[in-house]
Nanobody, 122 residues
Framework: QVQLVESGGGLVQTGDSLRLTCAGS????????MAWFRQAPGKEREFVAAITNAGSYTDYADCGKDRFTISRDNNKNTVYLQMSSLKPEDTAVYYC???????????????WGQGTQVTVSS
């Protein structure tokens, strides 16, 4: 089992960059595939990016391609989401998730953080 805590969200302007951090607890962290999802007000939670347990493969939704980079440091039990060229439509609560499957599907992830708010002003 792993507990996840996100940080790094905030209020930024269009075009700014932001790095989100997800800190995991437990020795099993390195065995889990990890992902970032986001949920805007009134919308469903959507996939943003995923990374395999060893960090060998990454996957991005169209919303994040060429602007977002997911990475992890298993020695620190940490996953990152580096976001650049932020747009108002990126405004959402961003969630870190971990699970046994490398997937874009919400339900393939067993462990979730509490979320961190990202607000991009125009």
């Amino acid at each position: 089992q792993v507990q996840l805590v996100e940080s790094g969200g905030g209020l930024v302007q269009t075009g700014d960059s932001l790095r989100l951090t997800c800190a995991g607890s437990g020795r099993s962290f390195r065995s889990y595939h990890m992902a970032w999802f986001r949920q805007a007000p009134g919308k469903e939670r959507e996939f943003v990016a995923a990374i395999t347990n060893a960090g060998s493969y990454t996957d991005y939704a169209d919303c994040g391609k060429d602007r977002f980079t997911i990475s992890r440091d298993n020695n620190k039990n940490t996953v990152y989401l580096q976001m650049s060229s932020l747009k108002p439509e990126d405004t959402a609560v961003y969630y870190c998730a971990g699970g046994g499957r490398y997937s874009r599907r919400l339900y393939d992830y067993d462990y979730w953080g509490q979320g961190t708010q990202v607000t991009v002003s125009s």
